[in-house]
């Protein structure tokens, strides 16, 4: 079986990767949503590798092991921290010579490479997990096979930018749209491959 790869990314209306605050961003529920259901729940089974450039990776181990979690934490997100926990995680670095984090492992290199050692590699899927440079790396190469969005209704005109100059463009297919309760929408989209614009 081929390891499919899904690009998850929280986007702000003008594409960048940050977690701004508007009307209900920090509702609290013991309840995990449907963006939580989508972006992770529903991965978990046929997830087993999880990628991130180094900042990212070095946020996640401050904030998501088990060991961050607090007891007032709601159910699914210590769920999420044990998942995140188990799975593989490729930290991608040039300067980390540890990664200080169960299950990871550091790589470097050319991206298209690294994928397709990974692809080699027996497991399930995985997922790119940012930051953004790095997703746009993945969109640039055409190397994720889907991509789920979460669009929050912000235009933030600052953070890491997901999008940027390509040598041609990339052309998805929208597979499924949400409106969410606080306004943001959740995309599915997937990769259109050997369409010639
Ligand atoms: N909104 C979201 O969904 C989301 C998700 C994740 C992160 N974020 C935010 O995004 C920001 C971080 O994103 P970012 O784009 O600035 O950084 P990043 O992708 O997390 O990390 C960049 C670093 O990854 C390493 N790297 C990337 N590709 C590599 C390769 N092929 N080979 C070797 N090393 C490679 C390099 O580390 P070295 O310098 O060690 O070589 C590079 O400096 C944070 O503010 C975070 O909160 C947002």
């Known amino acids: ?6 690009a998850s990314l929280y986007m702000t209306l003008d594409g960048r990767g940050a977690f701004p605050k508007y009307p209900g961003f ?8 449907d963006m939580w259901r989508e972006m992770w729940l529903n991965r978990f089974d046929d997830v087993t590798t999880v ?14 092991t088990e060991k961050a979690r607090k ?6 997100q210590i769920d999420y921290s044990r998942w995140l926990d188990r799975v593989e995680k490729i930290c991608l670095s040039t300067r980390l010579k540890s990664p200080g984090w169960e299950n990871s492992r550091i790589m470097k290199g050319d991206l298209s490479r690294i994928v397709a050692k990974l692809k080699r590699e027996k497991g399930g899927n995985i997922i790119a997990e940012g930051g ?5 790396e993945f969109l640039r190469r055409g190397l994720a096979d889907d991509y789920w969005l979460i669009v929050q209704p ?7 930018q997901y999008w940027g100059t390509m040598k041609m463009q990339a052309t998805l297919k929208l597979l499924s ?3 969410m309760e606080d306004g943001e929408l959740l995309l599915h989209y997937e990769t259109v491959r050997g369409f010639r614009a």
């Open 1 to 6: 079986m081929t390891r499919k790869i899904t």
């Open 26 to 33: 920090d509702r609290e529920t013991t309840e995990p949503n």
């Open 51 to 64: 990628i991130m450039g180094r900042r990212s990776f070095l946020g996640h181990r401050r904030v998501w």
């Open 71 to 76: 007891p007032s934490d709601a159910q699914y």
């Open 132 to 136: 953004p440079r790095l997703i746009l």
């Open 154 to 160: 912000v235009v933030y005109g600052k953070g890491p």
């Open 177 to 179: 749209a949400k409106t």
